[in-house]
């Protein structure tokens, strides 16, 4: 049986790439709307409700119009704005996150796709705070980068008009209230929000997240081979896209490279620790376009039509 897909926003970065990767499929047919009616309400409306189920790639307000026109109760939506993320209504698009969610999605008529920045935080942290290795009031600071692609059309433009002369290495959300914090907070496990410290680089697209940890806070301070078994435990088995890499005692590692998973949905986890001084960092390595969006909601989507999960997906 063929799936009447309609990606509503499929001009942007994320709508383009979901598209071409569904283009070949065919147990897939695409809806398209002509171009000069992509703001015209009725238009929209009715490749919504024709559609069996609609992806939507734009910013909040528009998402929630987008849902607003959905008058059928068939139509299935995959929402990549963080307008529903922490919605008790919306499933949670993170299908590595329990044992239970790749069926949650699977069964969902509503699902929220996750942010790019709070997967690598959510996977690292949720296992060590299920296994109860740090209590869920314990301080956490996240510091990350990602590649331009991440803040849309205007900064790609930006940073590709500046080419070699572009800063490389751009933090910004210096207020300490970027819109990922409650999506962290509440999928990771957290009693409140992180001390989140993100940055722009230089490349186009690609992500790490890194997450330290000061253990001798902690009157029982995990090992970092306890770290590294809660993680390696919680998604040993799964058939999605989170891998842990081996435990080692070294100074560096030349893959912890933001782009080494470009073009991949593959999420990597490294854990680094220092018993005697009982510190830790936790890194997740991915493709913000991959499996931090695009990548993402294909793996969603193959779920909701009841398919192997990995379809038209790369592993790195």
């Known amino acids: 049986m063929t799936a009447r897909v309609f990606i509503d926003g499929e001009a942007g970065t994320t709508g383009l790439q979901i598209r071409e990767r569904l283009e070949a499929r065919d147990d897939?047919?695409?809806?398209?709307?002509?171009p000069s009616l992509r703001k015209d309400l009725k238009a929209r409306a009715e490749l919504l409700n024709a559609a069996?189920?609609?992806?939507?790639?734009?910013p909040d307000a528009a998402a929630k119009e987008s849902v607003s026109l959905i008058k059928n109760g068939t139509t299935r939506v995959i929402d990549a704005s963080s307008a529903?993320?922490?919605?008790?209504?919306?499933?949670?698009?993170?299908?590595?996150?329990?044992?239970?969610?790749?069926?949650?999605?699977?069964?969902?008529?509503?699902?929220?796709?996750?942010?790019?920045?709070?997967?690598g935080v959510i996977a690292t942290l949720r296992p060590l705070f299920e296994n109860l290795l740090i209590p869920a009031d314990f301080p956490i600071t996240v510091n990350a980068i990602s590649g331009y692609s991440g803040g849309g059309r205007t900064m790609i433009e930006a940073y590709e008009a500046a080419a070699g002369k572009a800063n490389a290495y751009m933090p910004y959300a210096l207020g300490f209230n970027h819109k990922h914090l409650p999506e962290m907070q509440k999928y990771s496990g957290l009693q409140t929000a992180p001390l989140f410290q993100p940055a722009v680089g230089n490349y186009a697209q690609g992500m790490v997240t890194a997450v330290p940890l000061q253990l001798s806070q902690l009157s029982n301070a995990p090992s970092g081979a306890e770290l590294h078994a809660a993680l390696e435990s919680h998604y040993a088995g799964r058939d999605g896209f989170v891998e842990v890499a081996p435990l080692e005692a070294i100074e560096k590692r030349e893959e912890i490279d933001p782009q080494v998973f470009n073009g991949t949905n593959t999420m990597r986890l490294h854990v680094f620790a220092n018993d005697a001084?009982?510190?830790?960092?936790?890194?997740?390595?991915y493709d913000n376009l991959g499996k931090g969006a695009s990548g993402a909601a294909i793996q969603n989507l193959n779920l909701m039509?009841?398919?192997?999960?990995?379809?038209s997906l790369q592993r790195g």
């Open 52 to 58: 069996d189920i609609a992806i939507l790639c734009l």
């Open 28 to 34: 897939i047919e695409l809806l398209s709307i002509d």
């Open 84 to 119: 529903y993320r922490i919605d008790e209504d919306w499933v949670y698009g993170f299908a590595e996150i329990s044992a239970a969610q790749a069926q949650n999605i699977a069964q969902a008529r509503f699902v929220s796709n996750p942010g790019c920045y709070p997967q």
């Open 277 to 285: 001084r009982q510190q830790a960092v936790l890194f997740a390595v």
């Open 305 to 311: 039509l009841g398919i192997d999960q990995t379809k």
